[in-house]
């Protein structure tokens, strides 16, 4: 029995920038409300599926996440801003290292 997986659905290619036009490398796609998702390569580009000609979801650490509808559009660059600190819910500081335990 030969088994065949047949995607009708209509790729979507971009590139993914910060607000001084240099590209995101490692920013994040996902087609809302599926699990489907991609990260932008070195150049800020991506290409991902979308079934549903839904929204795309793009996120990256220090920037506002962005919802934007598919429609019909086959190519969708994305300028990314940063968050400011008045947007942001939390501030998380870690250090790295340790403490010699004969130093207690």
Same mark, same amino acid.
């Given at each position: 029995?030969?088994?065949?997986?047949?995607?009708?659905?209509?790729?979507?290619? +971009?590139? =993914? /920038?910060d607000d001084n036009n240099k590209p995101l490398p490692g920013a994040t796609v996902v087609v809302k409300g599926t699990t489907r998702s991609t990260v932008s390569d070195?150049?800020?580009?991506y290409s991902i599926v979308d079934d549903s000609r839904g929204k795309l979801v793009i996120?990256?650490? +220090?920037? =506002? /996440?962005?919802?934007?509808?598919?429609?019909d559009r086959k190519s969708i660059a994305v300028n990314m801003a940063w968050v400011s600190l008045k947007e942001m819910d939390?501030?998380?500081?870690?250090?790295?290292g340790g403490i010699k335990p004969e130093s207690f």
């Open positions: 029995m030969l088994i065949s997986y047949f995607s009708f659905g209509q790729t979507v290619t +971009g590139t =993914i /920038t070195n150049n800020g580009k996120s990256y650490a +220090g920037f =506002i /996440t962005q919802e934007i509808a598919v429609k939390a501030i998380v500081v870690t250090a790295l």
